[in-house]
């Protein structure tokens, strides 16, 4: 089943803070979005006036069924530095810790990064290894500034995750590629909806 929404964007001169009101969903923009069937995913646009000024998107529901992928946040050109992302990602946290999810991730995305810790989502690198035997040398040659956080098999590969302490930078995707030529990684962003964070964001010269 595929949650079809939109919202508009507005200004609250109160507030002095954007909101978004719900309205229903055109004909032309679920055509827009496409459609899977017997898929669980969430879908909003940010309307300006006329303007299609943003949409955000999930995809489906991770395997073990208390975490949930941000697919895509796209914002017009138009509409770059005003808020529209912040708030379409406010809104559809809102919208998944009422469907019973805890977990958000967002895989990484070049030019977007900044903007997700700002959001206060937290930087895990995930690295896949093809047997136990690479695994363990991956676990047994962290870094400084690295803390293991889980290990686990899905998909045929060893999945090891690693709190990078905030510092998602290019050069421990590329160091555990040294390690073992058939050795992948990428990082993920997460937020548990659950809790409140004490991280804080600081930007790196080195960062993707």
């Known amino acids: 089943m595929i949650v079809y929404d939109y919202v508009t964007l507005a200004y609250n001169q109160e507030t002095r803070e954007n909101v978004l009101i719900p309205f229903p969903l055109s004909e032309t923009y679920i055509e827009m979005m496409g459609q ?7 879908q909003f646009k940010a309307m300006i006036g006329d303007d299609i000024a943003g949409f955000i998107t999930t995809s489906d529901k991770d395997k073990n069924g208390s975490d949930i992928y941000i697919q895509a946040i796209v914002v017009s050109i138009k509409y770059l530095k005003v808020g529209v992302g912040k708030v379409l990602l406010k809104f559809i946290e809102q919208k998944i810790k009422k469907a019973g999810y805890k977990i958000v991730k967002i895989k990484e995305r070049e030019g977007s990064n900044v903007f997700y810790m700002k959001s206060n989502y937290v930087p895990y690198l995930y690295i896949y290894s093809p047997n136990a035997e690479v695994a363990a040398k991956v676990k047994n ?7 293991f956080v889980d290990e686990y098999e899905k998909d045929g590969k060893y999945v090891t995750k690693i709190d990078v302490l905030g510092e998602p930078v290019c050069k421990y995707k590329k160091y555990f590629s040294s ?14 909806l659950t809790k409140r964070y004490s991280f804080t964001w600081k930007k790196s010269k080195k960062m993707i």
Not at 141 to 147: A, D, K, T, V
């Open 36 to 42: 899977v069937e017997q898929k669980e995913k969430l």
């Open 179 to 192: 390690l073992d030529d058939s050795i992948s990684s990428e990082y993920i962003y997460e937020k548990n």
């Open 141 to 147: 040659n962290l870094l400084s500034g690295m803390e």
